[in-house]
């Protein structure tokens, strides 16, 4: 079953078409990642499916749900998490976490426990006393996705969750959401600047280019395709001035797209064409190697 269907939706703002007939269907207990330049239109997309906002033309069903007739059913179903500003600043994290219940009509019997586990889960439980102006900024946004997680939503949507996060926290969320999609199923969109996250999170990818999607695909797929596409070459040698002559003679070769300094004695190149190496090259590997998702979503950014 779909969690999510997003079928030719377009979202206009004055002049400017944010969202341009995009169709999305995301299978229930997926985390599907979202990637995409600043202004691509990834946001566009949450707050519409959080029905924050309405799309110009299209339509978005939720659970089969059409978004436009069922608002209250639907935003039973999701939460939203984008930066930690819509925390109350005054108020203590647990009384965050009330005050979220009791907008989002849950019973006090519902949210008690709910609340003190998530309370303990997130490491909160020391700052229990202080005002939430008073978290750091890590703390504040563990404190946002607890809150999105009070109601125990079927659909989660992270709109770059660990943005100027540290690195320990960035950790803890992500085995946290992937903890509960294992635990709860809940279906995650989770958009992020850090490909290496949605490269480790996600079983699904999307790329957005101003406002288009431009792949769509199972990771494991994305991985197949632009290996075979994507040309790149591993030069690895001790004699760091056999390398450097090496880089002399491939800059000035038209097939080669870029040339990247790993470390002294290692260098990756990207050609257009497949290179055949003469492997008996004394001093010096070389081989094929598999582009990750960040030499991907280049590709892809450069290329569309
Ligand atoms: N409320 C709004 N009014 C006018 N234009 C808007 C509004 N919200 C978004 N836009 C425009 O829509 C386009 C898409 O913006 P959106 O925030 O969805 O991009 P994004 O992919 O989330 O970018 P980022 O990675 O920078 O957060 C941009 O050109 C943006 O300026």
Known sequence: M???EINNVSKNF???LAVNDVSLKIPQGTIYGLLGPNGAGKSTIMKMLSTLITPTSGDIKIFNHDIKKNKKEIKKMISLVSD???LEEDLTPEENLKMFAIISGLKKEKYENKIKKLIEDFGLNIYKQKLTKHLSSGNKQKLNIARALVKSPKILLLDEPTNAIDVETSKFIREYIINENTLS????LISSHYIW???????NIAVILNGKIAINEKTEKIYK???KIINM???KSDDVQKLKNIIDKLKNDKNIINIRNISKNKIIIESKEKILFDNDKKDISTKKINPNLEDIYSYI???S
């Open 84 to 86: 930690y500003t819509v």
């Open 14 to 16: 004055g002049d400017t």
């Open 301 to 303: 950014v450069k290329n």
């Open 197 to 203: 996250e949605i490269e480790q999170i996600s079983s």
């Open 2 to 4: 779909n969690a999510i």
């Open 225 to 227: 395709e632009f290996d």
């Open 233 to 235: 070459y591993e030069f």
């Open 185 to 188: 199923n809940v279906t995650v």
